[in-house]
């Protein structure tokens, strides 16, 4: 007999996405886990019960679903949902394995707290970016739907529209686009801006990136700024010293004022985003211009963002739009579904039972707490506890 995973309605404010969806459970075959959900989990993504029911998911309350599972799958776990989120430590049993996103660079307090529990909790947000990873890379998938998400906003509230129109008024000369931050976010917002007719441009404080922009038929800006060691090796981006950033404002002011649409996407996982786009910049920018910053959740890219509001500035709109994956639910779902299924199968062995090997370094770089400690070693150095030995450990 296999484990019983389970998946609970997601209690964070605004949160519509579900762990799992439909598409996803054909991951499972073969391994002999079954799936426990919350009645009603899916409906917001929307998924209604008979979609799992179909494919032989069992339905229970809440409380049942924690009671009856040996892991529980989460989109937002405790660190990652502050308002609501302890609700569920009460349900957590010594022994239960969490999987979900949780913000453990920042949320420490909610790392104690399921070592308290006893909870082996993983982080999806930690995944190593290595290959034999990718397909597990909840991270990637959700920075896919916000950079598209990012375009849309900005289509919408700009004064102009995307495509150049030939028309018997006239030509409609097409929107300029600038994206900052070529990543998973800045390239698809590349390719979603460009498919809607604008003239896009992209920058990267990474010269590598140079050829993945110009293939989605950009134009790759050049600022006569030096950057050494920007990726970590884990591939994320590392912190820049604060004179770098400067420089790099003071050579992107002018690219600023000839775009009518910015996005910005520039984020270093557990740190403040870096400001790239000050007042000062947004003043040389054209009355009706548009700022999107989906960096706002770790305090914006731009100087003026607001998380979750819309500010004007010279008439200039910048919006720093939150939890921009849960605005399209559905595919949301479908595939962080997918990247936390294919992470549960990498953790069952033959016999179909869940085994932490910390040796594993997709284990090591993800597992938070096991066995009453907080064992990651960022997360440890954050609050400042001592290091740990290297262990083999298993569950």
């Known amino acids: 007999m296999g484990i019983v995973a389970g998946v609970v309605t997601e209690l964070a404010p605004g949160e519509r996405r579900v762990a799992m969806a439909p598409s996803a459970l054909s991951v499972f075959n073969k391994t002999g886990a079954q799936i426990l959900m919350e009645t009603g989990a899916g409906a917001a993504a929307g998924f209604p019960d008979s979609e799992y029911t179909d494919k032989g998911v069992q339905f229970a309350g809440r409380a049942e679903v924690f009671a009856q599972s040996d892991v529980i799958l989460q989109v937002r776990s405790l660190g990652a949902n502050p308002e609501t989120g302890e609700s569920d430590l009460a349900l957590m049993r010594p022994g239960q394995v969490v999987i979900g996103f949780g913000e453990p660079l920042t949320a420490g307090d909610a790392a104690r707290a399921l070592a308290e529990r006893r909870v082996s909790y993983l982080a999806m947000e930690l995944m190593p970016r290595i290959t034999r990873a990718q397909s ?10 916000a950079g598209y998400k990012a375009v849309l906003i900005a289509a919408d509230s700009l004064n102009r529209m995307f495509p150049m129109l030939m028309t018997a008024a006239g030509t409609v000369a097409p929107a300029r686009v600038l994206v900052i931050g070529a990543g998973v976010a800045g390239l698809q917002a590349i390719a979603t801006a460009r498919r809607l007719g604008a003239v ?24 006569d700024v030096q950057a050494e060691g920007s990726e970590d090796k884990g591939g994320y981006a590392k912190a820049m010293s604060e004179d770098f950033y400067r420089r790099q404002r003071e050579a992107m002011a002018s690219v600023l004022a000839d775009n009518s649409v910015v996005i910005t996407t520039a984020a270093v996982p557990g740190r403040k985003a870096p400001v790239l786009v000050t007042r000062e910049m947004m003043q040389r920018m054209a009355p009706g211009s548009v700022i999107v910053d989906i960096a706002a959740e770790r305090g914006g890219n731009c100087e003026v963002t607001r998380a ?12 720093g739009p939150v939890n921009l994956p849960s605005t399209i639910p559905y595919h949301a779902s479908q595939m962080y579904a997918k990247n936390i299924a294919t992470f549960l199968k990498y953790l069952l062995n033959k016999e179909g039972n869940l085994t932490l090997n910390r040796e594993d370094e997709i284990v090591r770089e993800t597992l938070v707490t096991h066995n009453g400690e907080v064992v990651h070693a960022r997360v440890r150095e954050l609050l400042g506890l001592p290091e740990l030995q290297a262990v083999a450990q298993e569950k």
């Open 136 to 145: 597990m890379d909840a991270l990637s998938s959700m920075a896919t739907i």
């Open 200 to 223: 896009v441009s992209g920058y990267d404080i990474r010269a590598a990136v140079k050829e993945q922009i110009e293939s989605l038929g950009a134009r790759f800006i050049v600022l």
């Open 308 to 319: 979750g509001e819309t500010v004007e500035e010279n008439g200039v709109r910048v919006i």
